[in-house]
């Protein structure tokens, strides 16, 4: 780029013109007089004191003239300097709004345009090092039920369901409060003075029922809910690291617990249970299966007849020390470590082996119900590795129920259809566990051959006194008729539930009103040997 100065603008050899002019008209000044000493007009001493004055005033002239310059030269030189200090203010703020807008994007997420992980350390940071800061609330938010829409309808589905959330933060935010995702699901949010308690319950109360409206991605209608964890400033913690941890446990607490649509306060109690599952994790890492492990069965019935159509079996881990450690507190742990995979395993093996014995002892043909895990159905070796079982236990197909969830059903791709029609055609019934508190989506009770509807306990507990669980239980039902699928209704306890499930044309009962789960020992005793 060309910088106009004072010197560019004046007219080419001026400088050197000036410098020449005091020499030129000495020299032209001294050949003169002594052309007219030449001449005889002039003496020699003339001539001499006539040389010596032109010497003065060429000296005189270039002195005056070289200060000149240097003046005319400096003031070039200072408005050059301020023209270039200019430009260099200008570039540099230039600069500054090109770094500035950088920074802005690094600690911005892509997708929604929140505030990211990265922000979020940097703001914890700045306000427990302010003065100003006197106390802030930090709320972990986890979405429910994103990750069944990435699996069966896609990413860029999820996208667009992760934008539409991000938007619904950036539209409600308050002044004094400031929203993140920290990653996938996941999302943050800093009160920054709160006043009381009641300010973040309502905060935490408008998130949950942001989240529960419906998110519309044509042709699809989602409707998610939050588990949200909530840490206090200065109260739990003072430091970045542990308040961020706290309202992480407080949030797996929601997560964990009958209530996921839900907030709940970080409490010291948390920490117990944090270190009971790591102690619990590190006993499930050195048990011995065959020892510790046992199968208990709980009965499953005919509505119409009340006849034993088989039974599910349940684990149960009794440690030589520990005493019964209950399914619910080792089994997600043991998902999260990948140990449900040989759990799993253990389970289809002894299974298999009890019902076969039970079929041939007692000339029956019960059916036994299993629980697959997620985790075990999508590991890859999963269908292979059970049909080679069926074979080498010479197992009658049609003895066997597998109960899988409806995340697992509505993943849409192609191992989970290999491994559907591989069952179906291996003669294995599907069950669908839990059935009416997920999606319950048609889309793929359509698409693979499943064979009963296990309609979830939930539903079961209210539907004598909750109009809402009756509907959706009698609409079930009638679904799955018009479908030709069975449903097995888990979780009855008494004759009023009994009665309603009859009515409605329930197929199948399980619960305790016609047996709890017990070793098979005692099973043999109740339903065979009488």
Known sequence: MEHPTIIRNLPKNTLAENLRKPEITAIIFIGMFYLLYLLHIFDLGTFIKTSIIGVLYWVLSTGIRANMIDKLMLNTEKEMNEQLESLIEERTRELSLANQHLEEISNRDALTGLYNRRYLFKQLNILISSKETHSFALLYIDANRFKPINDSYGHEIGDKVLLALGNRFLQNSKPNSTAFRIGGDEFALIIENFKDKAEVVST???????LQCPIVVTPYCFTLSASIGIALYPMDANEKDILM????????????????????????????????????????????????F????????????????????LIRWF???KGLIPPSDFIPIAEENGMI????????????????????????NLRMSINISPIQIKNTGFLDWFISKVEKEQINPQWIDLEITETVAMISNTSIERIFNSLNELGVSISIDDFGTGYSSLSYIRKYEIDRLKIAKELIDNIDHDENALLIVQAII????????????????DESQLSILTSLGCDEIQGYIFGKPVPKEEFEKMYFNN
């Not at 970080?266 to 050195?286: A, G, H, T, V």
């Not at 009965?299 to 159509?309: A, G, H, I, R």
């Not at 395993?345 to 014995?357: G, L, S």
């Open 204 to 210: 935490a109360q408008n998130i949950l029922e942001l």
């Open 245 to 292: 941890r706290y309202a992480d446990i407080a949030m797996y607490e929601v997560k964990t617990s009958n209530q996921k649509n839900n907030y709940m306060f970080f409490q010291k109690c948390f920490l117990k249970k944090i270190n009971k599952k790591l102690e619990i994790e590190f006993l499930l890492q050195n048990a011995d299966f065959d020892k510790e």
């Open 294 to 313: 046992k199968l208990y069965f709980q009965p499953q019935f005919s509505t119409k007849d009340e006849t034993l159509l088989g039974m599910e079996a």
């Open 319 to 321: 440690h030589p020390q």
């Open 341 to 364: 995979i040989d759990i799993g395993e253990w389970i289809v093996k002894n299974a298999f082996r009890q019902v076969k014995q039970w079929n041939h002892d007692f000339n029956q």
């Open 478 to 493: 009638m679904m799955a008729k018009g479908l030709q699928l069975r449903t097995i209704s888990e979780g009855v306890e």
